[in-house]
Structure formats: C-alpha cells, structure tokens
C-alpha cells in the first residue's frame, strides 16, 4: 500500500509504503531518507504495538535532528577531526559534533528522496545516487537499500553499493526501539542481551581509543539479559563519558549472527538483532529531549534504544578495526535483520 506522506521544503512529494505479513506484523517506509516510519508488532496479547519511534510526515523528519528511523551514510558514526586520508590523499569532511563528523557531516542520507525503485507486497527496495565529493567523500556511489518483511517476523535490511572509485562506506539504520511500544516513556526496565565480550574503548568525544576493552566485570557487559536501567548511571568513566550507552560493541564471532536482544515485560515483546558487520552502536537515546512525535507523542531522555550495526566507528583512523574502506567497483554488500516475537 501506498499513500502520500507530505511534502518536502524543496517541493517533493513523499510516499509511505506500508507491508503486511500473515502474523500481524506491519511496516511502513519512506522514500523521504529511506526511513523506517513504523514497525507493529503483535504482542503477547495479539495486539499491535509499534516499537520504533517516529513523526507523523516528511515535514516533521526534514525538521528533525535526532535520526528516527534513519538510513545513515556515507560513513555512519564518527570520524576524528573531520578528516581522513586515502591513497595518499587527505578528504575534509564537515565538522558538526565536538569537531569530528558524525554520521555523514552534512547534507544527511536521511535528509534526502530516494527512489522507490522496486515495490512489492513484501519489500521495497530504495536508490540513492551518491555523487564524487558528496559530504566531501570521494567518488560516485549507486547505493540500495531493500526494506523487507518476511514471513518470519523479520524486518531485513539489505544494503547494496558499488563505488566507481576507492572510498569509505558504512551504511546502518539509526531506529529507536520502545517495545513497550513507541509512547511508553523509558527504555530503562527493558532488558538487554548482547553477544559482545568486548566494546571500543572510546574518548570524551566518543572517539575510539583503539582498544578493545573486555566487558567483563563492568556496566558494559551485557552477556546476561540485563535492564537497560541497572547500571547506566554507575560511576563508570564510559558511561559518564557517553552520559549513558552511546558505544560501540565488538559482536562476537563473524558472519551473519545474532548480535543483541531486547525485551519487555510490558508487552512480551522480544527483538533480536542479526547481522553481518562487526560492531553495533548501542545509543539509549541519551540526547533525546522533548522531541515532538508521531500521533502526539512527545519523546524524552532514554525513550528508546538504537542498535546500529556498523564498522567500528573511526575505523579509517585505526590500524586494528576494520572497514570501512571499499576499493572501485567492490561491492558494498551487508544484510541487518530485527526479528520479533512475543513471549507469555
Ligand atoms: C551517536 C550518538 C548521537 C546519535 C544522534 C548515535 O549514533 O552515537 O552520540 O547523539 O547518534 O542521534
């Protein structure tokens, strides 16, 4: 199903596409920053709740700063000083966080149309033209992104590009989760399980260190399901640092493998997230303030939990992380799933 979803200050019309399976569970995307708008998802009680947070139409994303729903690119996460070097040449990029780059710089993946290019009852699938020097990365890149819901209460994201010259890509989407349902306040008693033995050490700024730090014996560790809320304010420095969860976990193991849980109480809800990439950005929404959303709803500090999953982030500055560099016409090829059931 299509429908009109508002119109951008440039004049362009936005489309939400909505996808339903066979158990309940329904999506909406648009082609306004290829954002995910809403998930519904069954709860124990078979009824709909939606999980991510969101606005009402692309007006209220064009305003928004705080990435709901977001596609995030060329480079996801941070780079140091805005700067980087590749084949012997050194790239500027915009500043726009504590003088590093965050999440593209400028002129945001997810401030832009894509193309809905293929459509069907399951799956949409969006283009994106990324031209030579866009955000000040070098080289053209054809970039896809294919939204789709199976059968198997999965929501997969299926990333696709080809640069025609060497450069960085780290593509992730920047959802917030609430499955108490996106209006319920605080992720705070919802619990946790991460396969990760180790996190990048990060720096004031949240730039890694370049160490790989064990969670053992820490708030970080996150190997047990665990309330987001037990220990997000202990006298810990990364947590004092990132003012709560805003870091990067190092997923156990290579290849597609689960890489986190979430669950509530409330609903029954139970998420868990797969992936391809090494690492996962867990943001608990610290910055969120008083941000106006979908049907009235107004969203506040910790209402919902990012899971990014990502190359680590300032990879291009750090011998020991990998990506996210990519050479001309290698293809850029990473698939995330969030898949969902609801437990009694
Ligand atoms: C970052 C946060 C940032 C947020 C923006 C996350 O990926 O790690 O530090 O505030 O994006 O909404």
């Given at each position: 199903?299509v429908?009109g979803f508002?119109?951008?200050?440039?004049?362009?019309?936005a489309k939400l596409y909505?996808?339903?399976?066979?158990?309940?569970?329904?999506?909406?995307?648009s082609d306004?920053?290829?954002?995910?708008?809403?998930?519904?998802?069954?709860?124990?009680?078979?009824?709909?709740?939606?999980?991510?947070?969101?606005?009402?139409?692309?007006?209220?994303?064009?305003?928004?700063?705080?990435?709901?729903?977001?596609?995030?690119?060329?480079?996801?996460?941070?780079?140091?000083?805005?700067?980087?070097?590749?084949?012997?040449?050194?790239?500027?990029?915009?500043?726009?966080?504590?003088?590093?780059?965050?999440?593209?710089?400028?002129?945001?993946?997810?401030?832009?149309?894509?193309?809905a290019?293929?459509?069907?009852?399951?799956?949409?699938?969006?283009?994106?033209?990324?031209?030579?020097?866009?955000?000040?990365?070098?080289?053209?890149?054809?970039?896809?992104?294919?939204?789709?819901?199976?059968?198997?209460?999965?929501?997969?994201?299926?990333?696709?590009?080809?640069?025609?010259?060497?450069?960085?890509?780290?593509?992730?989407?920047?959802?917030?989760?609430?499955?108490?349902?996106?209006?319920?306040?605080?992720?705070?008693?919802?619990?946790?399980?991460?396969?990760?033995?180790?996190?990048?050490?990060?720096?004031?700024?949240?730039?890694?260190?370049?160490?790989?730090?064990?969670?053992?014996?820490?708030?970080?560790?996150?190997?047990?399901?665990?309330?987001?809320?037990?220990?997000?304010?202990?006298?810990?420095?990364?947590?004092?640092?990132?003012?709560?969860?805003?870091?990067?976990?190092?997923?156990?193991?290579?290849?597609?493998?689960?890489?986190?849980?979430?669950?509530?109480?409330?609903?029954?809800?139970?998420?868990?997230?797969?992936?391809?990439?090494?690492?996962?950005?867990?943001?608990?929404?610290?910055?969120?303030?008083?941000?106006?959303?979908?049907?009235?709803?107004?969203?506040?500090?910790?209402?919902?939990?990012?899971?990014?999953?990502?190359?680590?982030?300032?990879?291009?500055?750090?011998?020991?992380?990998?990506?996210?560099?990519?050479?001309?016409?290698?293809?850029?090829?990473?698939?995330?799933?969030?898949?969902?059931?609801?437990?009694?």
């Open positions: 199903m429908c508002g119109t951008t200050s440039k004049g362009d019309k909505t996808m339903k399976n066979d158990n309940g569970m329904e999506i909406a995307v306004y920053g290829a954002a995910l708008v809403k998930l519904l998802v069954p709860d124990r009680e078979g009824k709909a709740v939606d999980v991510v947070l969101g606005y009402d139409s692309a007006e209220d994303y064009e305003k928004g700063d705080v990435y709901f729903g977001a596609t995030v690119g060329r480079v996801a996460n941070r780079i140091a000083k805005a700067s980087f070097e590749l084949n012997n040449r050194v790239y500027a990029l915009t500043a726009n966080d504590n003088g590093n780059s965050l999440h593209g710089g400028r002129n945001f993946y997810n401030k832009r149309m894509w193309e290019k293929e459509i069907t009852d399951k799956s949409v699938t969006f283009a994106l033209h990324s031209p030579d020097k866009d955000q000040g990365y070098p080289g053209d890149v054809d970039i896809s992104i294919t939204y789709e819901l199976t059968e198997d209460n999965e929501v997969k994201i299926h990333y696709h590009a080809v640069p025609k010259a060497d450069t960085l890509l780290n593509l992730t989407n920047h959802s917030y989760f609430n499955l108490s349902g996106h209006a319920f306040g605080t992720v705070l008693e919802q619990e946790v399980w991460m396969n990760a033995d180790s996190f990048t050490r990060a720096d004031a700024q949240s730039i890694p260190t370049g160490e790989l730090a064990p969670v053992e014996g820490t708030p970080m560790d996150f190997r047990e399901y665990k309330a987001v809320g037990k220990e997000i304010d202990a006298d810990y420095e990364a947590l004092v640092l990132g003012q709560g969860y805003d870091h990067n976990w190092v997923i156990n193991g290579a290849g597609m493998r689960m890489a986190a849980k979430m669950r509530s109480k409330e609903t029954g809800i139970v998420m868990e997230v797969f992936t391809d990439l090494p690492g996962i950005q867990f943001y608990t929404g610290n910055f969120l303030e008083n941000e106006q959303g979908k049907q009235g709803a107004v969203y506040k500090k910790r209402h919902g939990a990012c899971f990014e999953t990502q190359y680590f982030p300032d990879a291009v500055h750090k011998e020991n992380f990998e990506g996210p560099h990519i050479k001309a016409g290698d293809i850029y090829d990473t698939v995330t799933v969030y898949r969902f059931h609801a437990e009694s």
